[in-house]
């Protein structure tokens, strides 16, 4: 069952900020993959320690995609607690491993962290509700506002939007009621 609600709204389109979204700026330094499994290892050895600390288990795993280093864990029974309501303790998580990255590397990294597979699943969640909303919005002509969302869940339904011909999607207000607006094209 998916969390998000939508309301219709009748605004013009200039009421929508012509911003896309992605995470963290910058893009793999010089060296690519090797650099990303260093930042990897680093992040890893920094979860590590955060579970010993716990005392939860969970396996570490790492994985380099799309110029990102990927950190995942799963397995362990408390993960859960880790990942918090909408992912808020996730996301928390996920900007102080990318710190202890940087303070070994000196580099803003752009590492993405998933736990018990949340990201995973809430990543097919939102590309079906970008798509459904786009194909609503196609079909009434009326544009669409979704509730706030961080930068992961904007870009997903920002690129499940674009999947939809005849519509498009931008995004409106600031940080953290920063929210996606699908509305039929020109």
Sequence with gaps: MMSETIDTIDADKDDVTPETDTEAAGEPKAGGDDILV????????????????????????????????????DGGEDLEKLVGPRGTVLEALQELTRLAVQQETGSRSRLM??????????????????????????KSGERVRLQPMSPFERKVVHDAVATVSGVTSESEGEDPKRRVVIFPEA
Excluded: P
């Design 113 to 138: 962290l998933d736990i018990a597979g949340w990201r995973a699943d809430r990543r097919e969640e939102l590309k079906e509700l970008g798509r459904s909303t786009a194909e609503s919005v196609l």
């Design 38 to 73: 260093q930042e990897g290892d680093i992040a890893g050895d920094y979860l590590e320690r955060l579970l010993d600390l716990l005392d939860y288990d969970g396996d570490i795993d790492l994985d380099v995609e799309a110029g990102r280093a990927i950190v995942s864990i």
